[in-house]
């Protein structure tokens, strides 16, 4: 890794290990590479990136010391919430860098997500992105089946949160590095895409590897809730739907399940088909 490339990702990490989020970084083209060009990244191809996602840590380590904090103004959906302020850290620890972030759920008035974060998880090396076209003769027939991502410590226990681009930093000499294939045989595929589209509530496609740590009894617990009653669930008002005055430059989505991101038959994108709505990250 170039040595500015690690410097930069030691101080993200610095930022963000501590409270439950991995990092990985990537080149802007070889996500481009992947995608039709409407859903290309506006950006020159050596434009350094990098991928954020929360473990099974997050929820202790960040999202409850979140809640207990002044930063609940405006209160809309905790996580989202709590995962931007985090990233406005990331903003405040790199003044000096141009830098644009883009959490997971956010999309384009069209409703066009503006990051597919499940294949920026895959060309980073974070997770591999399972999708039908891994299985050969796939029996699945006319069903659209969504893809999923599994992480090699975690399995499908973390979340995707966002990107964080560095317009201006380019790394033409970035390694690629190819995420573990820890689902490789054909039968095991089957099962975790059918677990994941047909079976996502009862959690086991997740474990898909066995994972270093899953959920809490008490996160699952939260992320099983409907989105409208987490509030009541923590014990919090609902509030009225509004842009936080705190981190203006982060649109929150409000209290509602967030977009899922399209997934594909036969490439990496296919946006008439989306995933199943799943329990949570």
Request: no cysteine.
């Given at each position: 890794m170039e040595p500015h490339v690690a410097e930069l990702k030691q101080k993200i990490e610095d930022t963000l290990c501590p409270f439950g989020f991995?990092?990985?970084?990537?080149?802007?083209?070889?996500?481009?590479?992947?995608?039709?060009?409407?859903?290309?990244?506006?950006?020159?191809?050596?434009?350094?990136?990098?991928?954020?996602?929360?473990?099974?840590?997050m929820f202790d380590q960040a999202l409850k010391p979140f809640l207990q904090s002044h930063h609940l103004q405006s209160l809309t959906d905790p996580v989202d919430q709590c995962v931007a302020y985090h990233l406005r850290r990331v903003r405040q620890s790199l003044p000096e860098l141009q830098m644009e972030v883009i959490a997971d759920y956010e999309v384009y008035p069209n409703r066009r997500p503006k990051i597919l974060a499940q294949t920026a998880a895959h060309v980073a090396g974070a997770a591999y992105y399972y999708q039908r076209q891994d299985v050969e003769a796939d029996p699945w027939g006319t069903q659209h089946i969504a893809g999923v991502c599994i992480h090699p410590r975690f399995g499908g226990w973390f979340a995707i949160r966002g990107v964080v681009l560095l317009p201006g930093t380019e790394t033409p000499d970035l390694p690629r590095k190819k995420p573990p294939d820890c689902v490789p045989s054909r039968a095991a595929r089957i099962t975790l895409l059918?677990?994941?589209?047909?079976?996502?509530?009862?959690?086991?496609?997740?474990?898909?590897?066995?994972?270093?740590?899953?959920?809490?009894?008490?996160?699952?617990?939260?992320?099983?809730?409907?989105?409208?009653?987490?509030?009541?669930?923590?014990?919090?008002?609902?509030?009225?739907?509004?842009?936080?005055?705190?981190?203006?430059?982060?649109?929150?989505?409000?209290?509602?399940?967030?977009?899922?991101?399209?997934?594909?038959?036969?490439?990496?994108l296919s946006p008439s088909i989306s995933p199943p709505v799943s329990p949570g990250p």
């Open positions: 991995e990092v990985y970084p990537f080149q802007v083209a070889w996500y481009n590479e992947l995608l039709p060009p409407a859903f290309h990244l506006p950006l020159p191809g050596p434009t350094l990136a990098f991928l954020v996602l929360s473990t099974p840590a059918e677990g994941f589209n047909f079976h996502w509530r009862d959690w086991t496609y997740r474990d898909a590897v066995t994972p270093q740590e899953r959920y809490s009894e008490e996160q699952k617990t939260y992320f099983s809730t409907p989105p409208a009653q987490r509030l009541a669930l923590l014990g919090l008002a609902q509030t009225k739907e509004e842009p936080s005055p705190i981190f203006p430059e982060f649109p929150f989505t409000t209290l509602t399940k967030k977009s899922q991101i399209p997934s594909s038959a036969r490439s990496w």
